[in-house]
């Protein structure tokens, strides 16, 4: 059976190009050439040369390398097939470390699951290149979808692609600063604003005072973001001319506006006209709309620049007096988002303080609080824990940060999470229904401690049988820390 003959005849049609019947073939033209497709196709697989050559040329090694980690035993393998295939995907880095913590590589058979998983996923492909060893390694050449796993990272500044140009900026950043910031001066005309954005804030990696000259230039780019970024870049430097400008600026104009009882009268003592020389530099980052006052629009944008630090210094107030003269939406989302862009957690207390008297407050519904908890969760939640404050409808916001804090979970954070899963799904106590929790129960499975899940009063009383019920969400959540704690005992 000829292979072109046949595919011929399957794309034009059996009554324009009909197959010559064989003995055993069906006699319906169709299934006819279906069949003989099929074979022809295997026949061509069968009887083709396996390839040795490499894409440069030279021949491939046939054999891979000695590797002497220990491959890990049955069990392990067998949790290793399971994460692969989806059931408990997100324990995968946790597999790996622990893999690697003992000395030991991935079993062989599981290894092209391995190199998909590392294809799928580059931010983990260093890590599960590791785990896979030099079979791995010598397994990834051999195939064009994994080759680049396998190959050297020589990347170079001036003609890689954005990510490869991202992972050196951040490599050398941290190893050789002066390298990565000559690179950046070369190229900065060119760059695209969303990557000048980027490699602006990548300069905190070991930032100094080399770094004013490039960050003077970006002040004045014409993307705001940009601009912005370098702003702040500029405000960490304790000797900066910009930093010592800006804290003038605000402690002459702005830091006796601070009380709300007095805000709008010092504003326009301070700030007559908009178009005054002085104001021009600080004029061009915020933003003003058509009905927002330009004053207050300026203090919010300084609000939200400046280290807390400096707030502090420049105003004498205490923290708790300044969370409270930003009570209202703007300046509330402001003042956190600044305190998680300088995470600086001391400040958890005076705001949640301020805040957990009034759950009704519109500021519980916003981004900035949720992202606020995420960033500072242990501290939040030790608070949540110590004045008795639960979860419902109005701070549900607090479930959207657990579900977000994809670190490790103290101990804390998982007795308080479970506590108020049982009032909402055993004694429904709660106003909010239980598997509204899901997700949050699945980032804590997969991120507690096993053994601080397993011991909480919540899981004894289950296992003990006093909860009649058996919510879904809660047989996952101990499915994954059972996997996770028979994971651990079988790689050790």
């Not at 470390?97 to 294809?119: H, S, V």
Request: charged share 25%; net charge neutral; hydrophobic share 45%.
């Amino acid at each position: 059976m000829n292979w072109s003959a046949i595919l011929k005849t399957t794309i034009t049609g059996t009554e324009r190009s009909p197959l010559p019947e064989h003995p055993g073939v069906a006699h319906d033209p169709a299934q006819t050439a279906l069949e003989s497709l099929a074979t022809a196709n295997l026949l061509r697989k069968a009887g083709r040369r396996a390839a040795t050559m490499g894409r440069d040329g030279e021949h491939r090694k046939v054999v891979a390398e000695a590797d002497d980690r220990p491959v890990c035993g049955d069990d392990a393998a067998r949790d290793l097939h399971l994460i692969l295939s989806g059931r408990f995907g997100e324990a995968m880095p946790e597999y790996a470390g622990l893999l690697l913590e003992k000395g030991k590589q991935a079993p062989p058979e599981l290894l092209p699951e391995l190199l998909d998983r590392a294809a799928r996923y580059p931010h983990m492909a260093a890590q599960l290149m590791t785990v896979a060893g030099k079979r791995g390694a010598w397994l990834a050449l051999q195939h064009p979808r994994w080759a680049d796993l396998a190959a050297e990272k020589d990347a170079d500044w001036f003609t890689g692609s954005f990510p490869e140009r991202k992972r050196l900026l951040t490599e050398t950043r941290s190893r050789n600063p002066l390298l990565a910031l000559s690179w950046l001066e070369k190229t900065w005309q060119e760059e695209k604003p969303a990557h000048k954005l980027t490699f602006v804030e990548l300069l905190h990696i070991r930032l100094s005072p080399a770094d004013e000259t490039l960050l003077h230039r970006a002040l004045k780019d014409k993307n705001r973001d940009v601009r912005i970024a370098a702003l702040e870049m500029l405000l960490r430097l304790p000797d900066s001319e910009i930093r010592a400008q800006a804290l003038a600026f605000f402690r002459e104009r702005l830091s006796d506006a601070m009380l709300p009882a007095r805000r709008d009268k010092v504003l326009k003592k301070n700030l007559p006209d908009m178009s005054e020389d002085g104001l021009q530099r600080w004029m061009s980052m915020p933003v003003i709309t058509g009905k927002s006052d330009w004053r207050e629009a300026l203090l919010l944008f300084f609000i939200s620049i400046l280290p807390p630090g400096d707030l502090l210094a420049q105003t004498g107030l205490e923290k708790e007096a300044i969370v409270a003269a930003f009570d209202n939406a703007a300046g509330a989302e402001q003042l956190l988002e600044s305190l998680v862009r300088h995470t600086d957690a001391t400040w958890t207390d005076a705001v949640l303080g301020h805040f957990c008297t009034d759950w009704r407050h519109v500021i519980w519904q916003s981004k900035a609080m949720t992202d606020f908890i995420t960033a500072f969760a242990p501290d939040a939640i030790g608070i949540f824990d110590r004045t008795g404050a639960g979860i419902g409808f109005e701070t549900e916001c607090v479930l959207r940060a657990l579900e977000h804090f994809d670190r490790p979970w103290t101990k804390a954070m998982a007795v308080f999470l479970l506590e108020q899963y049982r009032r909402a799904a055993f004694t429904f106590q709660s106003e909010i229904p239980g598997w509204h929790f899901a997700p949050a129960l699945r980032t804590a499975a997969y991120h507690c401690l096993p053994a601080d899940a397993l011991a909480t009063e919540v899981a004894q009383a289950y296992f003990q049988g006093r909860y009649p019920s058996r919510p879904r969400e809660f047989l996952s959540f101990l499915d994954i820390i059972r996997f996770r704690q028979g994971m651990r005992q079988h790689i050790a």
